[in-house]
């Protein structure tokens, strides 16, 4: 089976994500409680979805990396760029459970005072997936 898509399913993914944290923290702005709720638990309905295609495109590809094909400069924020992302995506599940559990707990200022650090973390982890995906597929050189 040809599982070669699932990157761009995976950036698709990413997106969704980035854009449901917006909309959920916008939510939360307006004192939109319970649409706040259902946005940020389909944001880690999306990133879990992702998570589980990311895995399986790696045991389909025998856990190969694809090359980046730029020297230089370019090379090496691309490198920053990607060792940030990892680093701090072993974080988001963590912290998106720890947040929901707060949240549905009614633990509300345990879950505002982790929000104001989870939230960056989350969307950078999301915005910098997809411009991976762009720099390593449609952006990298032959």
């Known amino acids: ?24 923290r916008h939510l939360a702005k307006a004192q939109r409680i319970e ?35 730029m020297e230089g400069f370019a090379h090496t924020a691309y490198l920053v760029v990607l060792f940030s992302h ?18 549905l707990r009614g633990s509300i200022a345990r879950h505002r005072k982790l929000a104001r650090v989870a939230w960056p973390i989350w969307m950078y982890v999301s915005l910098t997936g997809v411009l991976i995906y762009l720099l390593l597929y449609p952006l990298n050189p032959d």
């Open 35 to 69: 649409a706040h709720r259902r946005v940020m638990l389909s944001a880690f309905g999306v990133s879990s979805l992702f998570l589980g295609l990311y895995v399986t495109h790696k045991v389909w590809r025998n856990f190969e990396n694809t090359s980046f094909n």
């Open 1 to 24: 089976m040809d599982l070669s898509f699932l990157p761009t399913v995976n950036a698709a993914l990413n997106t969704l994500a980035a854009c449901l944290l917006l909309v959920g």
């Open 86 to 103: 990892v680093v701090l995506a072993m974080f988001v599940p963590v912290l998106a459970i720890a947040l929901i559990v707060f949240g």
